[in-house]
């Protein structure tokens, strides 16, 4: 389970504009962590990742780099442009790895319980 440190290094790399690769990040599979069995750690780790991903992929900044001051010394308000980015979500054999995730993920980003994240996964996406 990727943890903060790696987490926020990654976050690093993806915004050095020099660097254009893809950025990599392990993941458990589907089956590795069960329910019944998995601890608060496992839990805390997937919703840092659901997290860390919502962030990614909706993050905004701010049009100007610089801040603009007014006379009192007051920081101006500035526009935003959402900045998006795609993530893809692969595995080896192309479901394992990457259903869990999916599933949480949706889960995250849409406020929905499992059963209907599951079905909308399938029926729309």
Not at 27 to 41: D, E, T
Request: charged fraction near 25%; glycine fraction near 4%; include cysteine.
């Amino acid at each position: 389970m990727p943890d903060e440190k790696l987490l926020a290094a990654k976050q690093k790399q993806l915004e050095d504009p020099e660097h254009t690769t893809p950025a990599y990040l392990p993941f458990p599979s589907s089956g590795s962590i069960l329910p019944p069995h998995w601890s608060q750690v496992e839990v805390d780790g997937i919703l840092q990742m659901c997290k860390w991903l919502y962030d990614l992929t909706h993050s905004s900044r701010p049009r100007s780099k610089e801040a603009t001051k007014d006379r009192d010394g007051d920081i101006q308000m500035t526009e935003l442009n959402a900045r998006t980015r795609k993530v893809l979500l692969h595995c080896a054999d192309g479901y394992t790895e990457t259903s869990m995730l999916a599933v949480a993920y949706f889960m995250f980003a849409e406020g929905l319980p499992v059963h209907e994240a599951w079905v909308r996964l399938h029926r729309d996406k």
